[in-house]
Structure formats: C-alpha cells, structure tokens
C-alpha cells in the first residue's frame, strides 16, 4: 500500500493575541515555509488497530495504547476514528515529523494534530474537510492549552489568513498587498496555557483596566484588517502603507507589554529591529518568550536579521505574506 502523507503549516499572530481569548478580534496568518508532516504507512503483518507512533524530535517511539488517554497525539487518532466511525484503525506505522519550534507561539501542537488527522483520514478513505479538521483539533488543543481561543487550529486548518473572534465563523482575510516579516526566536520556551491563566488572574483582580486593553487591541485588529484588504496592488510595495502597518504592530506590542505578557529578551528584540529600520515589531503568540514578528522591506530585511541575530535571537526566518512563494531560512 502506498503511503499517506499530510502536511500542516505553523501560524503567527499577526495581532490580538490574548484579547482574543477574551472574545476581541485577532489576525493571524500560516507560515507554510514551517510545518508538520505526517506519514502513514500500513503494516500488512500487524493486528487490527495495532498502531505504532514515531516523533523522532520528541523522542517518542510508542505501541498508540500505551500512551496516557490525554495524551494529544493518542486524542487526535481516537477523535479522527470516533468522528469517522471506524470500529478499528488498520494495522499502521504514524511517523511525525515537524519543523515548527515548540512552546514558540507558532502553533505547533495544533500543526501536528491538523497533520495528523489529515493523514488519518486519508488512510482510513474519509478525508475530512478543513472545518472538520479545526473543529477536532481544537479539542486536542484543550490539552495544550486550557482555555484556547480555537485561533491556531483554524488557521492552521484553513491555511489562509483569518479574521477570528472566538465562538463565530473564521473570515478569510484577502491581503491585497503580500509584505515581509521577519520572525525570531527568543530562544525562550513558554507555556501559553501558563501565561494565559496569569493574565486571566490579572483580568480577575484588575478587570475594568484589563477590558480597556482588550478593547484597545480589538480596535488595533480591526484597523489592520481594515488596511489589509483596501491597499491597492501595487508594485513595487508603497511606504506608506508598510508605515502604517507597521505602527500598528508597536501599537499593538505596547499593550502587550501593558498586559504584563513580554518579557526583557523580548523586549530587546522589539527595539533591535526597530533600530535597524523594521516599520514595526511585536511579540507573537503566548509571551513571555517564543516569537517575535518585525515588518521589513527588501532595504532592511538583511539589516534586521543580522541585528536580531546580534541581540541574541535563535533562528530568524523571512516570510512573505500573502503569497507562498519567496519564504527563506535564515
């Protein structure tokens, strides 16, 4: 038998992270030069739902039964085979694979649930659609996370830029103007589920201060959508609208930084690459580590990256956004 493969991309959050949990609006985007893949391969000489789990990057080599009943990877088979009703998974080798940093706010866990429900169905002859397959994800994310905005498992799922307020129907994002990001990595590993329950803390103490950021953030969200899907095409790229954009990325890390979730590494990037002629720069995801995001143009994207470099950030990466093609490692 042939084997199935599916692939899943990372995601970043262009803004709203944390308001969002709060029911404000986000943005965020796929970032397929990272992904999942997920391999299936039938074992003709094993039993019937015999299935035998590999994540060489994790070190987890494991019969899916042996593995705790939370434990993600064995929720996301049992929920596929449960929404598909098979009475037994065929005998199977699953081997995952995946480039996307963990604990990075690049939505890893999500990725490889996506990846691995896609590659599930296939081989069981039922693919599932891209809605089916957030839906699902997303309670595997619960195990991740806690409390999860559901953002990752649908644009991961969609793979396409998406407007989301939690509990309503993901909008698509058409971005009119594909533009450049550099993504760093702070070399910090960071619990989301932690940093999101410290905020819910902070929210219960202090909760007029904290609805004024959220809402603040929403407004920074719905202007940016605002000026996605009205610039013009144009060639090449137009200052003004990168200015703008990029204001609202510091506008929006400014209230993270109020909302107690950036930290001194974090920090040191932001203002790294804005020295370096980065239109604008925040954190990306939970906080308190991860990822950063900075907005660039082909004048600085090299200055930006050597400087991130300089100020101690791990792999640095460049993105385009709005298009799939020109993504580069760094």
């Known amino acids: 038998m042939p084997a199935f493969t599916a692939v899943a991309p990372a995601k970043i959050i262009l803004f709203g992270e ?3 949990v709060y029911g404000m609006p986000a943005i965020a985007v ?25 994540a060489p990057a994790i070190a987890l080599d494991s019969e899916l039964l042996e593995l705790n009943p939370n434990h993600p990877l064995r929720k996301a088979v049992e929920l596929t085979a449960q929404y598909l009703h098979a009475a037994y998974i065929p ?38 659609s891209p809605e089916i397959l957030s839906e699902l994800a ?29 509990g309503q129907p993901a909008q698509p994002i058409q971005i009119c103007q594909p533009f450049q990001l550099v993504i760093a990595d702070s070399g910090i590993s960071s619990s989301t589920a932690q940093v999101v329950a410290e905020v819910r803390a ?7 201060q904290y609805e004024t950021f959220f809402k603040q953030i929403a407004q920074i969200s719905t202007n940016a959508r605002r000026l996605l899907e009205s610039v013009s095409k144009t060639e090449p790229i137009q200052p003004a609208f990168l200015q703008e954009l990029g204001l609202l990325m510091s506008e929006n890390q400014a ?11 974090i920090d040191r990037l932001v203002q790294a690459a804005l020295n370096s002629g980065a239109y604008g720069a925040k954190l ?16 600085s994207r090299e200055a930006v990256c050597l400087t991130l470099k300089e100020a101690g950030a791990g792999r640095v990466i460049v993105t385009t956004i709005g ?7 760094r």
């Open 255 to 265: 209230l993270l930084v109020d909302l107690g979730v950036s930290c001194l590494e």
């Open 18 to 20: 944390h308001a969002v």
């Open 284 to 299: 990306s995801g939970g906080g308190k580590g991860g990822n950063m995001i900075a907005l660039v143009d082909d004048e």
């Open 30 to 54: 796929p970032v397929p030069v990272l992904q999942a893949r997920v391999i299936i391969r039938a074992d003709v000489h094993g039993e019937h739902g015999s299935v035998h789990l590999t």
């Open 202 to 208: 902070a929210w219960q103490t202090n909760p007029n």
């Open 138 to 166: 997303y309670e595997v994310e619960k195990i991740h996370h806690g409390n999860p905005s559901g953002i990752d498992n649908t644009v991961i799922a969609l793979e396409q830029a998406v407007y989301f307020v939690r």
């Open 323 to 329: 298009r799939r093609k020109d993504n580069l490692h």
């Open 91 to 128: 005998a199977c080798q699953i081997t995952i694979h995946s480039t996307i940093p963990v604990a990075a706010g690049m939505g890893s866990g999500a990725a490889v649930s996506v990846a691995l429900m896609r590659a599930l169905a296939a081989y069981l002859g039922h693919p599932l």
